[in-house]
């Protein structure tokens, strides 16, 4: 059986995607979570993902003596060895522009990730607030989801980005629980599209394993050093 070895599911936005994907596309796998303690080189996690995965990074997919690394290229692998699952679009010029849109989650939206870490369980809307009056890199990020989403939805006729659901909607998945828990506003068909992915089964698995860890990790919760929940 395939093995996905992946982090607390309440901050690791990483993990998130293969897993939500492999689950919502109803592919059997074993997970393995690998907790964070730190993510220094003498930490248990490093340790413990250092002997799977070259990058000691999660995620990492095991299937038999093959560790694939890396979200896309962890996509990539499933797209192709499950092709029933249907998990890219199948028409080529909307595989060319999901590939794309996946691409550009995969490397930029940094200033909504730098300044909005993943946490699932909080509710940090005073922080959103600050955020987003003081950020202008939050808001640029939110105002390019704002339009990508817009394009694909028109163009595809929903629910999901390309219709039905793919990798595309498994990767955004992390950031609309971003958009969640900070409170960004929203128009209302991004929001709409947002509560949409939130109530997939996949994701709200996801939500319910990240609620049962009650494991904080001061290095990926700054906010609440300085001031609390938010």
Request: net charge neutral.
């Amino acid at each position: 059986m395939l093995q996905l070895y992946i982090g607390n599911k309440n901050y690791s936005s990483w993990s998130m995607r293969p897993w939500v994907l492999m689950r919502q596309a109803g592919i059997d796998f074993e997970e393995v979570l690998v907790r964070f303690d730190s993510f220094a080189a003498d930490s248990a996690f490093k340790q413990r993902i250092a002997a799977v995965s070259p990058t000691g990074k999660v995620p990492a997919l095991v299937d038999g003596d093959l560790v694939v690394w890396d979200t896309l290229a962890i996509a990539e692998y499933l797209a192709e060895r499950f092709p029933d699952r249907a998990l890219w679009p199948a028409d080529a010029r909307a595989r060319a522009v999901a590939r794309s849109a996946c691409a550009e989650m995969h490397s930029g939206f940094t200033g909504l990730r730098g300044a909005c870490p993943m946490n699932i369980e909080a509710r940090l809307q005073g922080t959103g607030a600050l955020l987003w009056r003081d950020n202008a890199a939050v808001r640029a990020d939110v105002a390019r989801l704002v339009s990508l989403w817009t394009q694909l939805l028109d163009a595809h006729g929903g629910p999901m980005l390309f219709g039905g659901f793919t990798v595309a909607d498994a990767f955004f998945a992390p950031v609309c629980t971003r958009l969640v828990t900070y409170a960004l506003p929203l128009p209302p068909h991004i929001q709409a599209y947002v509560d949409r992915v939130m109530a997939l089964p996949g994701v709200q698995a996801w939500v319910q394993g990240a609620l049962a860890e009650n494991d904080f990790r001061d290095f990926e919760e700054p906010y609440r050093l300085r001031g609390g929940r938010g």
